[in-house]
């Protein structure tokens, strides 16, 4: 009889182990089930620059990876982020942004305005985050800065509305400056092409004649630049557009070759050689895009978050290339940089 009754203990204890076994083998799938199911946000980072190293994104692609992993997102983990560059080649990117809207990501980060214009065309559906240097609602890209509507917000660098304090920084350097050479693109969107009136807006009432440098691409770089020394042009600047911004250290090379002092309107310019930048600080512009990913992610729509402006410029003076070209910044200047490179 005991013998009876150890079998039954036996038994009894099986099927509950089996039973148990059951259950937690059941529990697992549905938690793989759950983990295969939950979908892993994929966002392309679209940049008008050249292609770095393929394991490390450019300065402006660090910046937005840090402001997403200040927001507790790791790249291959809880989010994917794809970096694609059009290396200043504006043929390209109608093809590349038409591939990305057909492979459905789930937001569009891009700082090329003839990208976001061609998203704009081609999907209403896809959040679309722009750090933009044009003024977003003057060049129909966003309904108002308050509420943008439709699938795009974003920030916009106010990189024109800087115009008139690049000159008067530069006038201030070179006293008798009396012609400046602006080097720029039509080439990008002609119809969006007002960076040239906005210097020229301005340089009259600081009694300076302005000379247009339109160039279509890095191969009219450097007979524009000789045909803007040997018209006697002052100094140079150069502005941030999507041909120009990717061979910016070219760029600084040439007016160096050409004694010229140069004003760029990006602040990794002057990192590579340019004498001068003034502009919203653009690590700033990147993290603070990361963070309309963020409120998207999270079911926010595009159109009601408004668009930012900065809130910090920051002025870099070279003093290397100063001294290559035989210059001398003004201490009154210098003081008032943020960061001077010896």
């Not at 895009?289 to 595009?302: E, H, Q, S």
């Amino acid at each position: 009889m005991t013998a009876v009754r150890s079998q039954r203990s036996a038994v009894r204890k099986s099927t509950a182990l089996f039973l148990a076994l059951s259950a937690l083998v059941f529990a697992l799938g549905l938690s793989a089930e759950a983990q295969q199911s939950k979908k892993i946000p994929r966002i392309v980072f679209l940049s008008a620059r050249g292609e770095p190293s393929p394991s490390t994104p450019d300065p402006n692609g660090q910046a937005f990876r840090q402001g997403l992993r200040d927001l507790g997102y790791i790249e291959g983990k809880n989010i994917l982020v794809e970096y694609r560059y059009t290396g200043g080649m504006t043929d390209r990117v109608p093809k590349l942004v038409d591939e990305l809207v057909r492979l459905k990501v789930d937001v569009l980060v891009t700082t090329s305005t003839v990208a976001i214009r061609a998203a704009k065309q081609v999907t209403k559906t896809i959040p679309i985050v722009m750090v933009t240097s044009v003024d977003p609602v003057a060049t129909g890209l966003v309904d108002s800065l308050a509420r943008p509507g439709g699938n795009i917000t974003g920030n916009t660098r106010l990189t024109r509305e800087l115009s008139g304090k690049r000159l008067e920084l530069l006038k201030e350097v070179v006293p008798r400056i009396s012609r400046v050479g602006i080097l720029w693109s039509t080439a990008t969107a002609p119809e969006l092409a007002t960076t040239f009136k906005d210097y020229d807006s301005v340089a009259g009432a600081l009694k300076i004649q302005l000379q247009s440098l339109d160039v279509r691409s890095q191969n009219d770089f450097e007979g524009a630049i000789h045909a803007a020394a040997r018209g006697r042009v002052s100094a140079l600047i150069s502005t941030s557009d999507s041909v120009l911004v990717p061979h910016q250290k070219k760029i600084a090379d040439l007016a160096i070759k050409n004694r010229l002092p140069s004003m760029f309107e990006r602040s990794d310019a002057a990192e590579t050689g340019g004498l001068m930048s003034y502009s919203s600080v653009d690590a700033e512009s990147f993290r603070r895009a990361a963070t309309y990913v963020d409120k998207i992610l999270k079911g926010a729509k595009p159109g009601d978050l408004p668009v930012e402006q900065p809130t910090k410029f920051e002025l870099i003076i070279n003093l290397k290339t100063a001294k290559q070209i035989g210059l001398t910044i003004p201490q009154s200047v210098l003081y008032r940089a943020d960061r001077v490179i010896r």
